[in-house]
């Protein structure tokens, strides 16, 4: 059984910072590629990042390129989202998700290439 648990969200003003991180559990995980998906009131879910299981390739939505970089230790099952430059557009709550290819060096958009979701945590910029 895989498990998801993202944390680090708050508030945060518009131009600060926030790193998330998704830690997983399951032995496997660390071969799985990685998104990050959002979701703000009224809105439905939305593709924000994902990465391949090396960490070698990475995509990103246009919104948040080169504001926001996704990264991962395999040795720690963990995968992070450092997000710089915050704007009120971005609260949101953010979800981790795995795809369970093993080692697929794709990068997945679509919110039904995810087998496992974590629980969200809450993103507030405050313009």
């Known amino acids: 059984q895989v498990q998801l648990v993202e944390s680090g969200g708050g508030l945060v003003q518009a131009g600060g910072s926030l790193r998330l991180s998704c830690a997983a559990s399951g032995r496997t995980v660390s071969t799985y590629a990685m998104g990050w998906f959002r979701q703000a009131p009224g809105k439905e879910r939305e593709f924000v990042t994902a990465i391949s299981w090396s960490g070698r390739r990475t995509y990103y939505v246009d919104s948040v390129k080169g504001r926001f970089t996704i990264s991962r230790d395999n040795a720690k099952n963990t995968v992070y989202l450092q997000m710089n430059s915050l704007k009120p557009e971005d609260t949101a709550v953010y979800y981790c998700?795995?795809?369970?290819?093993?080692?697929?060096?794709?990068?997945?958009?679509?919110?039904?290439?995810?087998?496992?979701w974590g629980q969200g945590t809450q993103v507030t910029v405050s313009s």
């Open positions: 998700a795995a795809h369970s290819t093993v080692y697929s060096e794709g990068y997945y958009y679509s919110a039904d290439d995810y087998d496992y």
